[in-house]
């Protein structure tokens, strides 16, 4: 766990399968990938388009550059 540099809100780093690290709120999310419109990032690395659903038992985390109220230096993907 670390601290956002920008807001100051907890945030954990997810390896990338691309190797980079991708900062994310440390709250896990339920969600059934392939449906609705929010980016998601599995544990081991993935980013997946899908939609939260509490029944489900794939888990990932939001980017954190989606929620920081201080995303500007942040680039938006
Ligand atoms: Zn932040």
Not at 22 to 32: K, N, Q
Not at 38 to 43: K, N, Q, R, S
């Amino acid at each position: 766990m670390a601290n956002c540099r920008g807001c100051g809100k907890l945030i954990v780093w997810t390896k990338m399968q691309s190797g980079k690290s991708m900062p994310c709120d440390p709250e896990v999310i339920r969600f059934v990938p392939g449906e609705g419109s929010e980016m998601f990032v599995t544990p081991d690395g993935l980013l997946l388009q899908g939609k939260r659903d509490p029944q489900s038992n794939i888990i990932g985390y939001i980017s954190h550059f989606a929620t920081c109220p201080k995303a500007n230096g942040f680039r938006k993907g």
